[in-house]
Every structure is written in C-alpha cells, then in structure tokens.
C-alpha cells in the first residue's frame, strides 16, 4: 500500500490549506484513514481520523478549524484547514489503520512519506 500525501506550504496566519492522501495498492477496504503531525522537539500526535462509517475524531487544538473528510471510493482522505495558527506549523502525516488487503488476511497500517505545513505570523 503507498499513501501519496499532498498540498503542504507556507501560508500567513489565518489563512487556509487542504491537504488530500490518496491510498493505493492492493486495497479490499479501509477502516480509519487520518493526519498526525510532528512539530519540531515534538512528538508525533493526532489531528484528525475518520472512519468508514464517517464518524470523526479531532485532536482539541484543531476542533472548529479543520475538517477531515474522505472519498471511500477513491481511498482518499482530506484535511481542510482554516484560521491557521503558527503552531499550526509542522509536518503532517497521513495514516490508514485497520486496512484489509486483496491479498492477505489481518488488519494492517501505513504511514505517507509526509508534508511539510509552515505558518508564518
């Protein structure tokens, strides 16, 4: 499975980003996509992860700001971000968990290579 992430950059403060990951490879279905980010001296921490039934779940910070969405489909996840902060600022990662391949039984994880999401004030 190979998640390709995009839409990372520079913005002012207030301004906004989406950022979309899109899953590929031998893909029977999955469960949980979402965004962690890292800031820098930080640990890895949730922003955002929605399941297949839509439910959603928001790290407090972000909650108001950014809105995950995804296209089942397509197996691809977006993050719209708005009002953004300087500490907003970090690489963003995104996760599909609990993913049930074509080609083998289990439940499995995977990490995108991750973008680069920078707030100046």
């Known amino acids: 499975v190979q998640l390709q992430a995009s839409g990372g950059g520079l913005v002012q403060a207030g301004g906004s980003l989406r950022l979309s990951c899109a899953a590929s490879g031998s893909i029977f279905r999955i469960n949980i996509m979402g965004w962690y980010r890292q800031a820098p001296g930080k640990q890895r921490e949730l922003v955002a992860e929605v399941t297949s039934g839509g439910r959603t779940n928001y790290a407090t910070s972000v909650k108001g700001r950014f809105t995950i969405s995804r296209d089942i489909a397509k197996n691809v996840v977006y993050l719209q971000m708005n009002s953004l902060k300087p500490e907003d600022t970090a690489v963003y990662y995104c996760?599909?968990?609990?993913?049930?391949?074509?080609?083998?039984?289990?439940?499995?994880?995977?990490w995108g290579q991750g973008t680069l999401v920078t707030v100046s004030s």
């Open positions: 996760n599909v968990d609990q993913v049930v391949l074509t080609t083998m039984s289990g439940r499995y994880a995977y």
